[in-house]
């Protein structure tokens, strides 16, 4: 599975959430928060042949799991845990972990879905379905999931030139809206693929005839000013 596929199967499965459930995938509307990346596995074709638990994930389903030092070291598709060390309050390694190496209990997770600004998005029962945290907060740990591929996207520098650009969880009109983009914001993204491009950063796609590559904006922006410079002087001319 792709970087890409796993972060569109998060926001498929986020926009098909409505309230919190132990136990829960997504299906039906109901999840819990490590459901919500099994969810997303499952939707893009994936497996989880594991237990249904966040402690279970953060062992046996991450690769380069450590503490999280920075909020810079994160980036989209990483999966981040809350933890209780022993002896803190609510502390519930269940018994299946005692005498493990890691003594934690990794009691919540979420996954980042965006960096600039952070925005780490998970299910909770505290606020009965899915919340985004913009802060790093209690988030310790962090890791990538096992499945996911290793490949590193290769991005181009964009200007957006459609008013608020819709922001699409998928590559097409019938994908959820989960942000919008400022006419002339900058952006990163991948090349071109049947009409649409992939905005790491945004984690979802944008239509291409509404993204002007760097190089060609500049040339579009200096056209523009020199028009308007020649209507300015044309008006000046004019004028008694």
């Not at 829960?24 to 819990?32: A, N, P, S, V, Y």
Request: hydrophobic share 30%; net charge neutral.
């Amino acid at each position: 599975m792709t970087k890409e596929q796993f972060l569109s199967g998060i926001k498929t499965n986020i926009a098909r959430v409505k309230e919190y459930k132990l136990g829960m995938d997504g299906r039906g509307g109901e999840c819990d928060c490590i459901g919500l990346v099994i969810g997303a596995i499952r939707l893009m074709g994936g497996e989880w042949n594991g237990t249904h638990g966040s402690n279970y994930a953060a062992r046996n389903a991450m690769q380069g799991f450590g503490k999280i030092t920075s909020p810079s070291q994160l980036r989209v598709n990483d999966i981040v845990f809350k933890h209780r060390a022993p002896g803190e309050e609510n502390y519930a390694l269940p018994a299946s972990y005692k005498g493990h190496a890691d003594p934690n209990d990794y009691y919540h997770v979420g996954v980042v879905t965006g960096i600039a600004p952070l925005v780490i998005t998970h299910c909770t029962g505290v606020s009965g379905g899915i919340k985004k945290d913009t802060s790093l907060g209690k988030w310790s740990h962090t890791g990538t999931y096992k499945g996911l591929d290793d490949a590193v996207y290769e991005t181009e520098s964009y200007f957006v030139t459609g008013g608020r650009l819709k922001v699409r969880t998928g590559p097409g009109e019938k994908y959820p809206v989960t942000d919008h983009l400022a006419n002339g914001a900058q952006v990163s993204g991948t090349k071109e693929e049947n009409g649409w491009v992939f905005l790491p950063e945004k984690g979802g796609y944008c239509m291409a005839r509404y993204l002007q590559k760097e190089q060609n904006a500049s040339h579009h922006k200096a056209v523009q000013l020199l028009e308007q410079a020649l209507l300015l002087l044309r008006e000046t001319e004019g004028s008694p």
